[in-house]
């Protein structure tokens, strides 16, 4: 099956659910399907989907929110550009793809 | 009442005169800082550098909102105060440094807790507002306000080794609420008491906040698009610019049909103290 | 003579609490700081933000060299001196803002030009240099004085509205004659008095010089190849990180085989006086 | 001919020299010769040359070197790397390579 090579990225305090990784890269298949969605090319739905089940190591509602999308205070970054530039969930996931997750900050 | 002028006297321009001189700033850029009023919410990590350079740098009135008091184990990273004013109000201890440096800059500290009932006249009464607070209620209160108020928001905040700066309704760009509509769960919010800060990290961004501040009155850079900068103290590439999302037509706050038309209750809405000094620590 | 402490005292765990609690370093980290001497060489517009973190932040011994008195042209970028210290040695007002700050730290005001013969002494008496200086015949002969000495040296500039940062000798890096074997023409140079500067912009490069410091003393990203951080406050991107050379072995200087091995006169290497105030302008 | 789109930018004053510009796309020829040297790629030394002999404004000094380098205190980044890592004067450039001239800063 083919695969995408991604980097993913984890700042703002998010990589504290990654084991404290700020940098991951990951293979992931090219195409996902399931019971409601027939065969299509990986987006960032499925990405944070796979991301979730393969990396969280535990609460992952504190990286998931209700609708498939990440939980609020997140900020998706899709090689350095605001995911909602690219499309947000639709965004079809391509190949050598940097994929930034930031937990805002509050402090001051 | 704060009143403009037409030209700087003799004094500021023998104090500003490394400025001055400056392609593409000039005398009308130090004009433009004279005449332009700045509001500075939060006097801590964030608002120590920022509130020390805006001062420094000539602008003309200068507020400063803090409620808290100088502690100690402030002064790690606000070196706007010191051991002796332990216990002093943090906007008049900000306000006593900035007038040490610069008796031209008038400065007004308002020592009080900013929420609903009193936001939005004292944000109305200055034309750039500086978020350098430290929790989520305040920053929600502060856009509404600013999108109420029509006034340009620069953000900033550090906590760890991290710190994010962003202007806010400016020029096309996004509101807070357009990046962020739903407040973050309680549990996943810490602030610097509780998470730690390297000094420094509020410092550095504290500092660039001022400097959008200067750029916004001064007119320099209108063209550029909206952008977050993500500061990661302790990576190899320290700074990192992002390219953010326009203005959200369907935005609650700032969209083409707002649906909220004055302030709310910001410590509800985000489920957390503004004032609360013990939440729950991500993870 | 700087003693060291094997633990720190309970108003020092107070007072940097929030540093301590900092996940990567800790207890040991502000031990390691506090273990620590570092001198500023210059207490100008970068010298100023450096020493009041490094000071506030907790290092344990403090030099800062200057020879200049504050001058009120001086005080729209260097926040470390004020208006009624006009005329007073900018070691010895940078020494007292940072000591009201925090009484821990043992501040030394160096209040003398920098040059061959009395430079190394100095150096050799501080575990990390930082070069906040305003000229380049002293940043040659700082990078000299720390290549014979064997310290890091945590170098930053800045002009109008641009900064630059490196660290030199550290950790297989390269030194500044590495990069800049020949001294620019003196009619390129310029300096911050002639060219003028954004006020913060050093404030910005000043804070980065204490968190470089603050990160080799605790021994952070030790692993991080050669950078050199490029500020430009005028762009859109602000920021960019450079990778770097690594040390030449043909260097003159830190090289395998040095042909330097003391001091030389860096006012003719460079042909411009270090403390010249009117060198020709950048065109 | 063939040509190569470059991306030049300026920084640390370099741009003074430039008319005040901080970015200039140029396209220049992909291959150079001259009376010492045959026909070949184009590499930094023909790069600088080219850019002091069609951009420079005045006082080409301030750019140029002795050596068909640039002057000292310049320092030459190709792609974000200090170009004495890509074999400063004989580095080939490359179509789309973004070059960059920083003016070392002393002031303080
Ligand atoms: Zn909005
Ligand atoms: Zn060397």
């Known amino acids: ?108 | 009442p704060f009143e403009k002028v037409t030209k700087l006297t003799n004094p500021e321009i023998a104090r500003y005169g490394r400025q001055l001189i400056l392609p593409g700033f000039g005398i009308q850029g130090q004009l433009d800082l004279r005449n332009c009023s700045m509001l500075i919410v939060g006097a801590g990590g964030l608002g120590a550098p920022c509130a020390l350079y805006l001062g420094a740098a000539g602008v003309g009135r200068l507020g400063i909102v803090d409620h808290d008091t100088v502690d100690i184990s402030n002064l790690h990273r606000q070196v706007i105060h010191n051991e002796a004013r332990q216990g002093m109000s943090k906007a008049e201890s900000a306000a006593l440094s900035v007038r040490l440096i610069n008796p031209h800059c008038k400065v007004v500290a308002h020592d009080l807790v900013l929420d609903s009932s009193n936001a939005q006249p004292i944000i109305n009464s200055y034309d750039i507002i500086i978020d350098a607070t430290d929790n989520a209620a305040t920053r929600y209160l502060l856009n509404d306000a600013c999108i109420l108020g029509g006034k340009p928001l620069v953000s900033g905040s550090a906590l760890r080794f991290d710190g994010q700066l962003t202007i806010y309704n400016y020029r096309g760009g996004p509101c807070y609420r357009c990046l962020f509509p739903t407040p973050p769960p309680a549990e996943t919010v810490t602030n610097c008491s509780d998470g730690g800060v390297m000094g420094v990290v509020p410092g550095v961004i504290g500092c660039l906040q001022a400097l959008e501040a200067i750029k916004i009155a001064a007119k320099i850079n209108e063209s550029d698009v909206p952008t977050m900068t993500i500061f990661s103290a302790n990576a190899s590439t320290m700074f990192r610019t992002i390219k953010l999302r326009k203005r959200k037509p369907d935005c609650i706050m700032c969209g083409d049909a707002p649906t909220i038309t004055k302030l709310i209750d910001y410590v509800r809405f985000c489920g957390a103290s503004a004032t609360d000094k013990t939440p729950d620590l991500f993870l």
Do not use: C
């Open chain 1, 1 to 108: 099956m083919a695969t995408l090579n991604i980097n993913l990225q984890f700042s703002g305090g998010m990589e504290l659910l990654f084991d404290n990784q700020k940098s991951i890269n990951v293979q992931i298949p090219s195409t996902f399907s399931d019971k409601a969605v027939e065969k299509h090319a990986t987006n960032m739905r499925d990405l944070i989907a796979w991301t979730a089940e393969n990396l969280v190591q535990e609460r992952p509602e504190l990286f998931l929110g209700n609708d498939g999308s990440v939980r609020s205070g997140i900020l998706v970054l899709v090689n350095d550009a605001d995911w909602e530039l690219e499309g947000e969930l639709e965004y079809e996931v391509q190949d050598g793809d940097e994929i930034v997750f930031i937990s805002t900050l509050h402090g001051g």
